[in-house]
């Protein structure tokens, strides 16, 4: 799929997150927005191998949200890819629904853990990435952490078992914007450079700019053809809140729905980003 065709539909998941956090009333638009163009590259780049027809085929990768409060972006990328309606996103938050603040395995097709404790999403990514193999099956597992995440030292744990178990069908994707709920990442508990951290453990590593889908997918995909017995981290720099001029770089809206008069400027702003470049 060309580029722009894909940067169209990253547009039009943000205003898809927009919507349905503003219909909720509540939920995290800043880490969402920030990781779009990632999961653009994963499943509409042709990196990920996935079926929304046949959610647990067994030759399929697996994509693992740690980043458990980001499941906006998540729901809006699997209802892009087919997985439920669209329509069911306006369901985010509300009583009965299968669209929940966190992801849950066990009412979502596509979604393959349940997340939303920080730190444990690589853990969890690692034991797929080892049963795999012991059973000798095709398949990579991407997972997705925030910045902040890597304060948590349950991470380094993982960090430790993958290099040590040869887990080189493991790529662990860091959506570095820099901000958590309580500000800049460096002012809350600063982990340094992460890159250097990963490979001090043992993990290949590189960083790509995370609104560069092109870039993105050409690094996800060489990771791929390479097959190496190292696990792979890719630092993605991002923007939080990126798309909305002013939401970006904003800790503040990490976690807050906007009202109906900024969800409307919001949308105006990014259908207007759609016109421009189409």
Known sequence: MHTDSLERIAREMRCNVLSMIGEAGSGHPGGSL??????????????????????DMAERDRFILAKGHAAPALYATLSKAGYFPEEELKTLRKLGSRLQGHPDSSLVPGVEVSTGSLGQGLSISCGIACGLQLQNQPGYVFTLMGDGECEEGQVWEAAMFAAHRKLGNLVAIVDGNGLQIDGR?????????????????????????????????????????ADTNSPHLVMAHTVKGKGVSFMEDEAGWHGKAPNAEQLKAALDELHTENEVTA
């Open 185 to 225: 990442v460096q002012d809350v508990c600063n982990p340094e450079n992460i890159c250097n951290k990963f490979a001090a453990f043992g993990w290949e590593t590189c960083e790509v700019d995370g609104h560069d889908i092109g870039a993105l997918i050409d690094t996800l995909s060489k990771i791929k053809a």
């Open 34 to 55: 920030s990781c779009i163009d990632i999961l653009t590259a994963l499943y509409f780049g042709g990196v990920l191998k996935h079926n929304p027809t046949d959610p």
